[in-house]
C-alpha cells in the first residue's frame, strides 16, 4: 500500500496540516472536520458563528462605546407641544459594557489561534500516519491532562467578572473625568482625559496638600504599626517561653483572646472605651486625678490611639507566630551556649533574635503592606476624624484607603479615588517585589520534596 | 543569684498579669455593659449594681420606634456566612490543589496574576461590582454577597497551596500507577489528609462573611436584607451615644459565637497561620 492510499486527500506541495491550518483560519473548526474530527469541528463552529453573531449584534458596537464614552448626554426634546427629559448615553455603563465586550474579543481571539495550531497539530499527526483521537478520547484526556484546567474553570470565571474586570475598569476611571460635581452619568457624559487626574493631584493645592499629608502619615503609620506589634509579639511570646514561668497553656490562651473577637466588635467597642466624657477608661484616669485624654478628638492624640489600638488587635497574631518558631529552635544551640557560659542576655542576642528574624522577615514585609492598606482599624475606630480644615475630604487619621472610600462613596470623586488606588497598588507591588525576590520559598518550591 | 532569678519571675509575672487585664478587660467591660440597668454609656462602677437581660429581649422584639429587625439580621448573616463557607472553601481548596499538585501551562502567570490582584485594596472595585451585579439583577441579595465572596475566595490559595506542598508527591504517584483517577486521589488521599487547612480556611471565610461590612453595605439596599455587620455599624452610627446597652447586647451576640470557634479551634488556627507566614 503507498502512502497516497492512506493520506487519500494529501495534495502535492501543502501537507494536510497546513491545509487544516488554513481551513481552520479560514473558518473555525473547518480544520478540525478536515481532520476528521466531526465533533470537535462542529463544536469549534458553533462557538464561532455564535460569537460572529453577537459580534456583529451589539459587542462591535459596545466595543467602540469603550472608545467614545457616549455622545449624547440627556437633554429635554420637544415631543409634540410638550418637552420631555430623554435619557442620554450612560458612559459609565457603557464603559462596563465595553470591557466585557473587549474581554470577549480577547478570549476569543486566544481561542481562535489555538484552533489554528490544534488543526495543524492534528494534521501533522496525520501525515505521520499516527492515529488521531476520537472525540471520547479527548473526552478522557480532560480528566488526566487536562484536570488542573477543569479545576481551575470556574474559579477563573469568577475571579475575571468580580476581580479583574472590575480593577481594569477602576484603572480605566484614574484616566477619565468622571467625578462629582460636573460629570455624574446619567446627567452628564465622562471623557477620557489622560493623565489629567494625576498632574491635578500634585499640582492643584487643595488636592497635592491632602495628598502629601495622607500619604506621610499613612507611611509613618504602618512602619510604627508593623514596628510595634512585631516587637511586641515577640516580647510577649519570649515572656511566656521565659524558663520558670508555669501556666504557659493558660497564658497563651489568654493572650490569643483579641485575636478570637472579630476585629470590627473590638474596634466599636474601643471606640466608646475612649469616648472623652463617659468613657470608662478616663473616668479611672479621672479618679486618679489625671484629667481625661482626648483618645480620638485630638489629632495627636488620636494617631496615638490608633497605634495603641492596634497593638492591642495585631500583637497576638505576631505572638503566635514567634511561638511557632521558638519551639523550632535547635536546644542544643542553648545548651552548647551554656556551656561556653553564655549569660542569659547573650543567648537571646546571639541565638533567640537572629533565629526569630530570620524566620518571620517575610512576614514583616507582608505586615507592613497590609497595615497602608489597614482599612478596618481606622475607620471603625476614628472614621479619619478628628476633621483637618486644610484636608479635601479627609481627616487627620485618614489613610490613603479609607480615604479612597471616603471618595468613592460620600463625594463621587471617582476618578481622584481610583488615581489614589494605583498609586497605593504602585507602593505596594514595589515592597512585595522586593519581599518575593528574597523569600527563595516561591522559587525552590519543587525542591521541597 | 537565686534571689536575681526571683526578682526577675516576679517582675514576669506582673507583666503577665497586666498583658491579661489588657486582653480581658474590653470584653469584660462590653459584655457587663449589656447587662446594665439603663441605656447609657456611663457607669459608675465595672460591675453594675443591677442587672437586667431587658436589651437582650429587645433585641428580639419588635420596637415601634426602632427600625431593628435583629432576628432577620441574624438570620441573613448565618446564610451568607454558611454558603459562603461551604463555596468559598471548595473554590479556595480545588484551587490551591490544582496550582500545587499539577504543572501545566500557565500555572506560573496564574500565580502571579493572583499575587498581583493580592496588592490592589480590595474594595478598589466596588463601583464595578455594583455596575455588574445592577446588570445581572442581584442588587439587594444575599445571593449576590455569596457569589462576590466565592469569586474571591481564589485569590486567597497560597496559605493552603504551601500546606499540599508538604504532602509528598510518592502517595499519589502510587496511586496513578494502582490505576486511580486524579479525582479518586484528590477524594481519598488528599482530602483526609488535609483536615487542618480545610478547617482553618472554613473558619475564615466563614468569619470572613460574617464581620464583612463594605461590600455587604454596598450590595444588601433594603434594612430587613442586612446582615449582623452592617446594622450593627449603623446602630453604632445613629444610636450608641443613646442606646449604648442595646448596642453591647447586640455586639455580644455577633461577637460570641465566632469567639467561642476561634477559642475551640485555636489548634488549627495556629497551625494555619504560620503554615501561611513560613510559604509565603
Redesign the interface.
Known amino acids: 500500500m503507498n502512502k497516497a492510499a492512506i493520506h487519500p486527500k494529501r495534495t502535492a506541495g501543502m501537507g494536510s496540516a497546513a491545509i487544516a491550518a488554513v481551513l481552520s483560519a479560514v473558518v473555525m473548526g473547518l480544520g478540525q472536520m478536515y481532520n476528521r474530527q466531526w465533533a470537535k469541528g462542529a463544536l469549534f463552529l458553533l462557538a464561532g458563528l455564535v460569537s460572529l453573531y453577537l459580534i456583529l449584534n451589539g459587542l462591535a458596537s459596545n466595543m467602540w462605546g469603550l472608545v467614545t464614552l457616549g455622545e449624547q448626554p440627556a437633554h429635554m426634546e420637544k415631543v409634540g407641544r410638550l418637552y420631555r427629559n430623554v435619557p442620554g448615553d450612560h458612559s ?2 457603557m464603559m ?1 459594557y465595553g470591557l466585557v465586550a473587549l474581554l470577549y474579543v480577547i478570549l476569543l481571539a486566544c481561542f481562535y489561534v489555538a484552533n489554528i495550531k490544534d488543526a495543524y497539530r492534528i494534521g501533522k499527526q496525520r501525515e505521520r500516519g499516527q492515529k488521531v483521537n476520537t472525540f471520547r478520547d479527548t473526552w478522557r484526556m480532560l ?3 487536562g ?3 477543569v ?2 474553570a ?3 470565571i ?2 475575571l ?7 481594569v ?2 484603572v480605566l ?1 484614574a484616566f477619565t473625568n468622571y467625578s462629582a460635581p460636573d460629570h455624574i452619568p446619567p446627567k452628564n457624559l465622562v471623557d477620557w482625559v489622560g493623565f489629567r487626574t494625576f498632574t491635578n493631584l500634585v499640582t492643584l493645592e487643595a488636592w497635592s496638600h491632602t495628598f502629601i499629608g495622607v500619604l506621610t502619615w499613612t507611611i509613618i503609620w504602618a512602619v510604627v504599626a508593623t514596628v510595634t506589634t512585631y516587637f511586641g509579639g515577640i516580647l ?1 511570646a519570649l ?2 517561653e ?1 524558663q ?2 508555669r501556666f504557659k497553656g493558660f ?1 497563651r ?14 474596634l ?6 475612649l ?1 472623652y ?4 477608661v478616663n ?1 479611672y484616669l479621672r479618679m486618679l486625678g489625671m484629667g481625661g485624654v482626648p483618645w480620638l478628638n485630638d489629632p495627636f492624640w488620636a494617631k496615638v490611639t490608633v497605634i495603641l489600638v492596634n497593638m ?1 488587635i495585631g500583637i ?2 505576631s505572638m ?2 514567634v ?2 518558631v521558638l519551639t523550632a529552635i535547635p536546644r542544643d544551640l542553648y545548651e552548647a551556649a551554656e556551656v561556653d557560659g553564655a549569660t542569659g542576655f547573650q543567648k537571646f542576642r546571639n541565638i533567640t533574635m537572629p533565629f526569630v528574624l530570620f ?2 522577615a ?2 514583616l514585609i ?1 505586615q507592613f ?1 497590609g497595615n497602608i ?1 489597614n ?1 478596618n482599624v481606622i475607620f ?1 475606630l476614628t472614621n479619619g476624624l478628628p476633621a483637618n480644615g486644610d484636608y479635601a475630604y479627609a481627616g487627620s487619621t485618614d489613610l490613603l ?1 479609607t480615604w ?2 471616603k471618595l ?2 460620600d463625594n463621587q470623586r ?1 476618578n481622584f479615588a ?1 488615581a489614589i ?1 494605583i498609586i ?2 504602585i507602593i ?2 514595589a515592597f ?1 517585589l522586593y ?2 525576590r528574597r ?1 527563595r ?2 522559587k525552590e ?1 519543587d525542591m ?2 | 543569684m537565686k534571689k536575681k532569678r526571683r526578682i526577675k519571675l516576679t517582675i514576669s509575672y506582673v507583666l503577665l498579669v497586666l498583658i491579661a487585664l489588657a486582653c480581658i478587660y474590653p470584653a469584660l467591660w462590653i459584655i457587663l455593659s449589656s447587662f446594665k440597668v439603663g441605656d447609657s454609656l456611663y457607669s459608675e462602677t465595672l460591675i453594675p449594681q443591677k442587672l437586667t437581660l431587658q436589651h437582650y429581649a429587645d433585641l428580639f422584639r419588635s420596637q415601634s420606634d426602632k427600625d431593628l429587625p435583629y432576628v432577620k439580621w441574624y438570620w441573613n448573616t448565618l446564610k451568607v456566612a454558611v454558603s459562603s463557607m461551604v463555596l468559598g472553601t471548595l473554590v479556595q481548596i480545588l484551587t490551591a490543589y490544582a496550582m500545587s499538585r499539577f504543572r501545566f501551562r500557565g500555572r506560573q502567570t496564574m500565580m502571579s496574576v493572583i499575587l498581583i490582584l493580592g496588592m490592589f485594596p480590595g474594595f478598589m472595585s466596588m463601583i464595578a461590582v455594583y455596575v455588574i451585579l445592577l446588570q445581572m439583577n442581584l442588587l439587594n441579595s444575599p445571593w449576590a454577597l455569596v457569589l462576590v465572596y466565592t469569586s474571591g475566595a481564589a485569590l486567597g490559595m497560597f496559605v493552603a497551596k504551601g500546606f499540599f506542598d508538604t504532602i509528598p508527591r510518592a502517595l499519589e504517584e502510587s496511586a496513578l500507577l494502582d490505576g486511580a483517577s486524579h479525582f479518586q486521589i484528590f477524594r481519598r488521599i488528599i482530602l483526609p489528609l488535609s483536615t487542618p487547612i480545610i478547617t482553618y480556611i472554613a473558619i475564615t471565610t466563614f468569619t470572613g462573611a460574617w464581620v464583612d461590612f463594605i461590600f455587604a453595605r454596598l450590595i444588601l439596599r433594603s434594612r430587613e436584607n442586612w446582615t449582623l455587620a452592617v446594622g450593627l455599624y449603623e446602630l453604632v452610627n445613629s444610636y450608641s451615644s443613646t442606646e449604648f446597652t442595646l448596642f453591647a447586647a447586640g455586639s455580644v451576640l455577633v461577637a460570641l459565637p465566632i469567639t467561642i470557634l476561634y477559642m475551640f479551634l485555636q489548634r488549627f488556627l495556629v497551625h494555619g497561620l504560620t503554615a501561611g507566614a513560613t510559604k509565603g
Do not use: C, H
Open positions: 459609565i455603563f462596563i480528566g488526566d491532562k484536570f488542573p484546567y479545576l481551575l470556574l474559579p477563573t469568577g475571579v467578572v468580580f476581580t479583574i474586570l472590575p480593577i475598569f477602576m476611571m510577649v515572656l511566656i521565659q520558670g514561668i497564658w490562651t489568654l493572650f490569643i483572646l483579641p485575636y478570637a473577637i472579630p476585629q470590627f466588635i473590638s466599636l467597642v474601643m471606640r466608646n472605651l469616648n466624657q463617659f468613657g470608662p473616668q492591642w497576638p497574631v503566635i507566630l511561638l511557632g524566620q518571620t517575610p512576614i507582608m503592606a492598606n482599612f471603625l484607603v479612597l472610600y468613592t462613596l471617582y481610583s488606588g497605593i497598588f505596594i507591588a512585595s519581599n518575593y523569600s520559598s516561591f518550591e521541597i520534596q
